[in-house]
C-alpha cells in the first residue's frame, strides 16, 4: 500500500510521497491540516504558493488582518493627493486631508457602493463618485448627494475608514476591525528613520513590477542572501554577501568581504554616535502580531549609496545628517515590505498579493525634497543597481513558482543563511492560526 509522509518528510520506509500527494488533492487542500502540520525549518507545502483557496485566505487572514505597508507620505505631499491600494476585492484610498492629516478609506461609495477612485494614484479637490456624484471631503465626509429626500443626514454617510499608522514617514494600513497594537513597533523603529527625514524627501521614481509568482515567494526571496553573489553582481557591490551569516560561518572565499565589512563597521559607527544614530540590531521576527527588523549596517565601496561604486547618487543630504557615509538603516516589517534609507536616498518596497501565482513589487525611491533631477542626482544612476536587482529576483521568484508548481516539489530545508525565511513562515502560521481562532469563535 501507499506509505504516507508527513508533510516533506520521508515515509518511515525512507521513501518520500508519491507524486500527487504532497502537493496538492484534487479536492482542494485541506488548509487546517496544512497550517497545523507546517515544518519548521522547511519551505511551505506547495499549497500556500499555488493554491486559490490559501490565496483567499491569506487576504483575509493577512492581508485584511494585520498591518501591512502601503508607501510613505512622500507619495501624497500635498492634501488632496491619493494612493489606492487593492488587495483582493478590497481597495483602499490613502490620502492626505485638508489639515495634512494621512487618513485610509474603504474606496467603496455609500450610496451604491461603485469604486471611487479607479487610478493607481492622482490628487483631487474632493472625492466625487462618477455614478451620481456623491462627493466627499478627502476626510471622508459626505458633502454632497444630490436630490435626496427629507431627512437624508449626510454625516450618516461618511466613507467608511481604514486604520492607518505613519511611522516617521512610512504609512500602514490595518484592514481588521481591530487593529493590533503597533507602538512599541513604532517607539523602536522611529529613532532609526526619523533623521532621514522622510517628510521631506520626493519622489524621485516609483516602478511596478508584477511577478508570476505567490507573493510569499517574493518575500522570502527578499529574507535572504544565499542568492546574492551568484545573483546580484550590481547589488553585492556594496550590500555585502556575508548577510545571514553568523560570524564563525563565514566560508572562506567571503573572508575579504567581511574584513571590509567590519572596517567599514567601525567608520559607520562613529558617524552614528556623532549623528546620534542608532545601529543595533532590534529582531523580533516572528512571535507578535507586527515582526519587525530594523539594523543600521555599513554598505561596501564608498559605502554611501546603492550605486555601483557606493558613492551617493544625489548630492543632497536627507534631513540634517552630516555625512553620506551612514550604510543603510534597513528595515523589514511582516508581511510585506523592505526599506532602506542611506544619506542620499531612501528606496522602499511594497508586495502586494495578486493571485497565488501573481505578486505586486512596487519600488520607490526617495530622494531630498531640494534635489533636482540631472543637477543632483542622475536618474538612471540613483535607480539602476535595484532596478537590476529586481528584474534578477523576479527571475528568481518566477522560477521559483514554476518549481513549487510541479507534483515533484518537496519542501526543502532552509541554510543556516536563511533563518529570516523560517521566521516569515512561523511568523505567517502563527496569523493563520490566530485568524482561524477569530473566526470560529
Ligand atoms: O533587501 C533586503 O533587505 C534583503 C536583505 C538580504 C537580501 N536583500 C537585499
Ligand atoms: Fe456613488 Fe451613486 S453609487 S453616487
Ligand atoms: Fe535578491
Redesign the pocket.
Known sequence: GLSRAAPGQAAPDGSVPRLGIAGRDIAGPDIDRLIDERRPGYSLEAPFYISPDLFARDVEAIFASTWIFVGSVAEVPEPGDFVTIDIGTYSVIVIRDDDDGIRAHHNVCRHRGTRLLGEPAGSVGNIVCSYHQWTYTPGGELISAGAQAPGFDPACFSLRSVSVRTIAGLIFLCLGPEPHDIDEVAEVISPYLAPHDIAGAKVAAQVDLIEDSNWKLVMEN????YH?EAGHPE?TCT?FPT??YAPDEIPPRLQPAYHRFLDAERRLHDNCDRNGLPFALVEELSGRPTGFRIERAALDGQGESYTMDGSAASAKLLGDLDTFTLGRA?L?VQPNM?F?AMGDHIVT?SVVPLAADRTLVRTTWLVDADAEEGVDYDLANLTSVWMK?NEQDAAFCERGQLGVSSPAYLPGPYAPTEGHLDEFCTWYIERLKAHRERVSG
Open positions: 527578499n529574507r535572504e542572501c546574492c547589488l550590500f548577510y545571514g534597513s523589514h523592505w532602506h518596497f536587482t
